[in-house]
């Protein structure tokens, strides 16, 4: 299921514009509050976006924890998907937050891009959850 980002966004995050809304700092969060129907199952969730990349950007170092057990690390360097797996095991509570963390975000304006300030890291277009197995 494809869902809009905006009702998810906790902390972290920048004003949204039309189509994504950016990482601003090296920490940003997302709540999700599942229905109870996807409790007790393996989930993927994709994250489709593109990461801040500039000349002297050439990667976004990223690591991503739900409810604070690290579930992806890895680098973005063009536009890309993040695609998380969350075991059922850590899919217990209604209440999932996703803590994303760009310890390389900077600036447009440290780049020489813009008068923009916004430490960039990550712009979040949309989200997927798909249920990967039944409880057994």
Known sequence: KNTPVHQYLNTGWSSPE??????????????????????????????????????????????????????????LHAQESIECYIPKTLNTTQELIFEFNFPKCSSPKSQGLSSDERMLGFALASIEVEVLESIS
Request: aromatic share 14%.
């Open 18 to 75: 039309a189509e994504f809304v950016w990482t601003d700092g090296k920490v940003a969060t997302l709540k999700f509050l599942l229905e109870e129907s996807l409790l007790h199952h393996n989930l993927s969730i994709l994250f489709k976006g593109f990461p801040f990349i500039t000349s002297n950007v050439k990667k976004q170092d990223y690591s991503i924890s739900v409810n604070g057990t690290v579930v992806k690390e890895g680098f």
